[in-house]
């Protein structure tokens, strides 16, 4: 009975780490032109060129938005053990029938951040105070689109209410905040100057699975304590 329980952990685990691995192998390569845009605007001495703004503008809002979301909302269907069949191909499945959808809210997501980033640019060495608004800013809004991810892929609500729980939350939950700026950070930090090697493999999809995890958690104990309250 023991050596069943321990094969059909390893058989259990074997397969999601396929999934998840796919997956971001997926997530990654469909995102070659961000990255691509990354990286060329690292190197460019002309950091403020209107190209590169036109460049990131087209790659986040046709590409790395749609492909994220898509992972979110592929992560969450497969938690819930949900189309046992054909799990590999729901990522694909989920990014094409969603793609329309994703559209508008991805070009506002972009103009968000495409003006904190210029913002930040410019103002940075103005003072320390600015610089550190500016970064408090930052990193409030990537929590907020985190938690945004995970929640559009809990919930069947409309954009604007999604929206309005997503920034709620990020600000009257610190403890599910702190958890996904420590995970993300610490995951990151690991892919990018650690183990380079890994980024193809487990850097965004390892992010969007242990926050799914937690906001499930918070999710599942903001019903308890209602329930308890009744």
């Not at 998840?20 to 990354?38: E, G, Q, R, Y």
């Not at 920034?167 to 702190?178: E, F, I, K, W």
């Amino acid at each position: 009975m023991n050596g069943f329980s321990l094969s059909g952990w390893i058989v259990m685990l074997s397969r999601w780490v396929a999934r998840l691995t796919l997956t971001n192998v997926s997530w990654f390569f469909l995102n070659i032109p961000t990255w691509f845009a990354i990286y060329s605007w690292y190197l460019s001495d002309q950091k403020l060129a209107i190209i590169h703004y036109i460049l990131f503008i087209v790659v986040f809002t046709f590409i790395f938005f749609p492909t994220t979301r898509a992972m979110f909302m592929s992560l969450r269907h497969w938690m819930m053990e949900q189309d046992e069949k054909n799990k590999q191909s729901h990522y694909f499945r989920t990014l094409f029938n969603h793609y329309k959808s994703f559209l508008k809210t991805n070009v506002l997501f972009t103009v968000i951040w495409m003006i904190w980033f210029i913002d930040i640019y410019i103002l940075i060495d103005v003072s320390q105070l600015i610089a550190v608004v500016m970064i408090v800013i930052g990193v409030l809004l990537f929590a907020f689109q985190i938690i945004f991810f995970c929640m559009e892929a809990h919930m069947d609500m409309t954009m604007k209410d999604l929206m309005k729980y997503a920034a709620l939350t990020t600000v009257g939950s610190p403890v599910l905040t702190v958890f996904i700026l420590f995970v993300s950070g610490a995951l990151s930090y690991i892919a990018i100057f650690q183990f380079t090697a890994l980024l193809p493999f487990f850097s965004g999809v390892g992010i969007a699975y242990l926050s799914l995890l937690m906001f499930n958690h918070w999710t599942d104990s903001v019903k308890n304590k209602a329930e308890k309250r009744k």
